[in-house]
């Protein structure tokens, strides 16, 4: 199975900046989507960015302008550079990675979380 490890949470200031990072482990895989997503208390899991094979990048709208989101496919990394840091960005993130893995020789769809990291923005 392809497991998914975040790192880079923490506490910072408003205005203040952060490096997400996940890596992915397990079996061979290759990845059609990788992505972040967030969830605060009380509310839905949502996506903040995600970033294809193709190199297609989408950002919700709340952090466009503010967050990078980048890869490593050699590493097999994703990252979420987030500066500008908000009260409302406070969240657990998730990484999410979502394509085939090699089980038995075969081909087969996955899509995997990680555990999540905290985010808390707050002075």
């Known amino acids: 199975q392809v497991q998914l490890v975040e790192s880079g949470g923490g506490l910072v200031q408003p205005g203040g900046s952060l490096r997400l990072s996940c890596v992915a482990s397990?079996?061979?895989?290759?990845?059609?989507?990788m992505g972040w997503y967030r969830q605060a208390p009380g509310k839905q899991r949502e996506l903040v960015a995600a970033l294809s094979n193709g190199g297609v990048i989408r950002y919700s709208d709340s952090v466009k302008g503010r967050f990078t989101i980048s890869g490593d496919n050699a590493k097999n990394r994703v990252y979420l550079q987030m500066n500008s840091l908000k009260a409302e960005d406070a969240a657990v993130y998730y990484c999410n990675c979502a394509g085939q893995e090699l089980v038995g020789g075969f081909w087969r769809q996955f899509d995997s979380w990680g555990q999540g990291t905290q985010v808390t923005v707050s002075s």
């Open positions: 397990g079996s061979i895989f290759r990845f059609n989507v």
